[in-house]
T-cell receptor, first 115, second 115 residues
Framework: DAGVIQSPRHEVTEMGQEVTLRCKPI?????LFWYRQTMMRGLELLIY????????DSGMPEDRFSAKMPNASFSTLKIQPSEPRDSAVYFC?????????????FGPGTRLTVT | KQEVTQIPAALSVPEGENLVLNCSFT??????LQWFRQDPGKGLTSLLL?????REQTSGRLNASLDKSSGRSTLYIAASQPGDSATYLC??????????????FGKGTKLSVKP
């Protein structure tokens, strides 16, 4: 398997623009997670899905952030409008509930810079 | 609220040395603990996962221990190599009714192994 795939790897945009980050989880995994990593706050969970259904979005910072998972192999995280403080690395991760393992696999991340 | 702390934030050692990275957590009601490696500009790679009922896990030169009652985990790296240079993060999954989302990360220890 190719692992968790994210695109784009780097995104530079101007304040006020819409940004869409994409993720393809590992085939067969039934959980998908979006994280944000900054120097100040480390890794923070934004939202996660189980079988394409959002389960917990309490980590989504503001209404400017939204996430969808239209099918088992694709998810998006959208920021509209973007602000400089949204600059961070955004990671997607997936996991499979197999026994009691729950091991989580991360994608390479999207580095977002909002100017 | 669970807090995960990793000390030191950065560590530099000469090649060949054995070393220990520390992780502590405030709430012992964890389901499991996972150690990750993050290379610059890359995603997270899972190294070891320890279930709450386990005391340690080993993979090659890596050994992770867990003392749930005292809220501590260590990652032991034997015979360190320059290729081990990376940031090491620990994360705990909470035992809240089977919630998948609650994987709480420390801010990591940045390891540098000098040739």
């Amino acid at each position: 398997d190719a692992g968790v795939i994210q695109s784009p790897r780097h995104e530079v945009t101007e304040m006020g623009q819409e940004v869409t980050l994409r993720c393809k989880p590992i085939s067969g995994h039934d959980y998908l997670f979006w994280y944000r990593q900054t120097m100040m706050r480390g890794l923070e969970l934004l939202i996660y899905f189980n079988n394409n259904v959002p389960i917990d979005d309490s980590g989504m910072p503001e209404d400017r952030f939204s996430a969808k998972m239209p099918n088992a192999s694709f998810s998006t995280l959208k920021i509209q409008p973007s602000e400089p403080r949204d600059s961070a690395v955004y990671f997607c991760a997936s996991s499979l509930v197999l026994g009691t393992n729950y091991e989580r696999y991360f994608g390479p991340g999207t580095r977002l810079t909002v100017t | 609220k669970q807090e995960v702390t990793q000390i030191p934030a950065a560590l530099s050692v000469p090649e060949g040395e054995n070393l220990v990275l520390n992780c502590s957590f405030t709430d012992s009601a964890i389901y499991n603990l996972q150690w990750f490696r993050q290379d610059p500009g890359k995603g997270l790679t899972s190294l070891l996962l320890i279930q709450s009922s386990q005391r340690e896990q080993t993979s090659g030169r890596l050994n992770a221990s867990l003392d749930k009652s005292s809220g501590r985990s260590t990652l032991y790296i034997a015979a360190s190599q320059p290729g081990d240079s990376a940031t090491y993060l620990c994360a705990v999954r909470m035992n809240y009714g089977g919630s998948q989302g609650n994987l709480i990360f420390g801010k990591g220890t940045k390891l540098s192994v000098k040739p």
